[in-house]
Every structure is written in structure tokens, then in C-alpha cells.
């Protein structure tokens, strides 16, 4: 059975930083591509970041230079580091594939609430 926990979210000012985590049971991993996604109130889910099974990395431009995506195969573990957070960045935020069409069961994600 396939699970995704995700974790590390909380209430944080602008400005701030977080480190989300996502650790991944029940599939392959470490050929896998991985990716973060996040769901703003009244928002479709957007892919914010993702890293290739040779740790190649990609970013929205809303994130690019204050989020950071990497993995530890042995943990079987996704991270996203968030630095300089933004009202704006307010959202649920999940891993899974980074193509929707072949997403996996989606977890429960992580609230990230940032206050100005």
C-alpha cells in the first residue's frame, strides 16, 4: 500500500523558513522523480517543485531561489526547504509525482500558514 506522510508544517512569520519533509512507502523510490505541490483556499493544486532520480531540480518562478527540493534515497524521504516565506505561500502542501496524470494516492498533506 502505497502511503505519502508529509510533515513539518506550522504557523510561521514572513520572512521565515520551514522545512517540510515527505517520506514515501509502498513504491520504488530511488528511480523515481519526486515533487511538492502545494493547495492555496480556493486554489488549484500547483506544482511548486520537483527533483529527477539524478537529483536534477526544477522550480516555479513564484518559489525559484527561496524553496529547495532534495531527497535521501535511504530515508526514502522528499524535503523541501523553505526560506524567506511569503504571505502568499500559505497553502496545504503534498508530495507525490511531479505529473499529476500519474499522481499516486495523494497523503494529507502539511499546513503552512505564514503571517505578515
Known amino acids: 500500500q502505497v502511503q505519502l506522510v508529509e510533515s513539518g508544517g506550522g504557523l510561521v512569520q514572513a520572512g521565515g523558513s520551514l522545512r517540510l519533509s515527505c517520506v514515501v512507502s509502498?513504491?520504488?523510490?530511488?528511480?523515481?522523480?519526486w515533487g511538492w505541490y502545494r493547495r492555496a483556499p480556493g486554489k488549484p493544486r500547483e506544482l511548486v517543485a520537483a527533483?529527477?532520480?539524478?537529483?536534477?531540480?526544477n522550480y516555479a518562478d513564484s518559489v525559484k531561489g527561496r524553496f529547495t527540493i532534495s531527497r535521501d534515497n535511504t530515508e526514502r524521504a522528499v524535503y523541501l526547504q523553505m526560506n524567506s516565506l511569503k504571505p502568499e505561500d500559505t497553502a496545504v502542501y503534498y508530495c507525490n509525482f511531479p505529473s499529476p496524470a500519474t499522481a499516486l494516492t495523494w497523503g494529507q498533506g502539511t499546513q503552512v500558514t505564514v503571517s505578515s
Open positions: 527533483i529527477t532520480g539524478t537529483r536534477s531540480t
Open positions: 509502498g513504491t520504488s523510490f530511488s528511480i523515481k522523480d
